[in-house]
């Protein structure tokens, strides 16, 4: 058999090795490349780009696509992947009932553990790529390739818990944000003051 997206000989599975590992590549991308491209889609506010100097591509350089924006609004590219699992899963295990919905990010992710098994026995395995391909083009297509690099302000210092620990987990930002917000403990620093304040503790010991 040959590979379905290059024609690669490839034994008896629908996906080359090459194939198969961009796939595994692009379903772990996918919901990063989807939020940041959320990130960046959020209307600057002045002021910001006085204290945070933003490096390389400041979002989309291109007029927006109204129609890749209302796809992204309604959650295009999750109902994608979702109806691939649904129907991955309903190949693997016929006697299991469909999966719910569970979000661009755990469906990507279901997807790319079941990779290897994809690309050796899923007879859309081609389909499924080719998809997931142009889902990552049209991100990138509003986001910029590639995707503008966060920049790292520092570290945050919100007190969690009740023992007065610190947080500490890297803020970072990316170019349109017009606020930053903790990954980990999901504070949000709004507003110069909030800004100046992050930046005034960077410089003493925690
Ligand atoms: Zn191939
Ligand atoms: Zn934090």
Redo the contacts with the bound molecule.
Sequence with gaps: MTCTLCGTNTGTAYLCQWDTASLAKRLAELPILYAEMAECLVPRRTGWGDIIATHGAAGPSSPLNEDALDQLSSGHAAAVVHSWRVDVQRERWPQHAAPPPGGLAADSRWLAMEVDWIAAHYKAAGELAREIRALEAQARALVGDPVPKRKLIGQ?I?V?GDEGKV???DITHAAGESRLK?R??H?VYEGQTDLLLLLHYQKEPA
């Design positions: 945050c919100a969690v947080c500490g987990a903790c980990t403990c504070t």
